[in-house]
């Protein structure tokens, strides 16, 4: 009876230690978006996100930040690349899927390579942050951009 425990138990464990192997090589190849923002942080400390899309492949994301620029996320293994992306510092154009843009970086030209993503929007929608030309409306502005009193309902 004790060796059928012991038996059980070696099964267990064994079973435990594959299944955690199996998930830490799925971690490895598909890093976690908030461990890279994370990461972009400590990197920029500086810098507000306001809104993120991760390619589909999950080994890039690229950030609106807060003041125009975008922020961009490449995954190596286990650690990051961050960059800090001025309006019109790199050159984008759309790649033949229609899903993904193939993107330029004159400064950083190692980081040159077509990105996908899940949709053609979410490419439109990065391809403007890169560009410079991302201006989202706000509620409380005109069409001339200027700030409108919000009137509190009596």
């Not at 230690?17 to 598909?30: K, L, P, Q, S």
């Not at 286990?78 to 843009?101: A, F």
């Amino acid at each position: 009876m004790l060796w059928l425990l012991l038996i059980m138990v070696v099964v267990a464990v064994g079973a435990f230690y594959i299944r955690m192997n199996a998930r830490a090589e799925r971690d490895f190849d598909n890093p976690d978006a908030g461990s890279a923002m994370v990461e972009f942080g400590r990197a920029f400390p500086d810098e507000a996100i306001r809104a993120l899309h991760s390619t589909v492949d999950r080994k890039a994301i690229f950030l609106r930040l807060h003041d125009g620029k975008a922020g961009f996320i490449q995954s190596h293994g286990t650690h990051y690349v961050c960059h800090v992306i001025h309006p019109g510092k790199v050159r984008v154009n759309t790649s033949d899927s229609g899903r993904g843009l193939i993107v330029h970086f004159p400064d950083f030209a190692y980081l040159d390579n077509t990105f996908e993503f899940r949709t053609a929007a979410e490419a439109a929608e990065v391809s403007l942050w890169l560009l410079g030309s991302f201006s989202p409306k706000s509620e409380f502005t005109d069409e001339a951009g200027t700030p409108q009193a919000v009137q509190a309902n009596d």
